[in-house]
């Protein structure tokens, strides 16, 4: 089985490529950086709104997991190309390919100004968009991309709207929207083989968690880990977090503050 990966040089990338390595699996990297492949991987350099280099990229290709684009906040025409266009031109290479699968990497922030429900209540896993910044809307088109690209050709789709993915959590905030690389390692996984066409929580199952696990764990996601394992050294030096504050009640946290929000 041969898996694309895109954007295989980031953070993300790093995580999942030791934890995604298979028997039988060849882990195709993709990026505008050279990657220095491993065991049972091979490297692929692509622009991800280059048509040609995409299907290059393409060819041979049984699934996909997309981590490519701009993952933080640009100027909106650097966000349309790589984050917008960018899926676009992965979608139909990998239509023409035939690529039965594919896991898309949203984002949280594709519904940053969700706020907390009430009552202890958990975020929907199709909670509708509510971006933070261009990049949020990025992730919006991403989702839309996807539901199109099933719709109309049938293509088994997942988009992981990813939280805090690190290997502990750093901050308080964290303790409720941390993803253990591992956990996401597992939730790629059953993604990579779920019919359809889905949206989940890119979450780890936290005691402090608030968005729900739901559609995650109708497609096989088994959590294992929990923030709050690291949450006494963390809440020791920051203190207990107050859920009022726009960095605890809202989903997309400080990226939903105008200052710190982008260039508005």
């Given at each position: 089985m041969r898996i694309l990966m895109t954007g295989a040089a980031g953070k993300v990338g790093a995580l999942l490529?030791?934890?995604?390595?298979?028997?039988?699996?060849?882990?195709?990297?993709s990026d505008l950086l050279p990657v220095r492949p491993g065991p049972g991987e091979e490297f692929v350099a692509a622009d991800l709104a280059d048509e040609a280099a995409m299907a290059a990229a393409m060819k041979g290709v049984d699934a996909v997991i997309?981590?490519?684009?701009?993952?933080?906040?640009?100027?909106?025409?650097d966000i349309v190309r790589a984050n917008i266009d960018g899926t676009q031109v992965l979608l139909e290479a990998a239509r023409r390919e035939g690529v039965g699968h594919l896991v898309l990497m949203g984002s949280h922030h594709a519904a940053g100004f969700h706020t907390r429900p009430a009552s202890g209540a958990e975020l929907p896993d199709y909670a509708f968009p509510r971006p933070d910044t261009f990049y949020g809307v990025s992730k919006v088109a991403m989702e839309a991309l996807g539901s199109l690209y099933h719709d109309r050709?049938?293509?088994?789709?997942t988009v992981i709207r990813l939280g805090t993915c690190n290997e502990g959590s750093a901050d308080t905030r964290g303790l409720a929207t941390w993803i253990s690389p591992d956990d996401l390692a597992r939730l790629v996984e059953a993604a990579l083989t779920a019919p359809g066409w889905h949206v989940v929580w890119g979450v780890s199952d936290n005691?402090?968690?608030w968005w729900?696990?739901?559609?995650?764990?109708?497609?096989?996601?088994?959590?294992?880990?929990?923030s709050e394992t690291g949450a006494a050294a963390v809440l020791a030096a920051q203190g207990e977090p107050d859920l009022s504050e726009p960095l605890h009640?809202?989903?997309?946290?400080a990226f939903t503050l105008k200052e710190l929000g982008g260039s508005w």
């Open positions: 490529r030791p934890r995604l390595a298979r028997d039988g699996r060849t882990l195709r990297l997309h981590l490519g684009g701009q993952s933080r906040e640009h100027p909106w025409p050709f049938g293509m088994n789709v005691a402090r968690r729900s696990l739901r559609e995650a764990r109708a497609i096989g996601y088994d959590s294992r880990d929990d009640d809202r989903v997309g946290g």
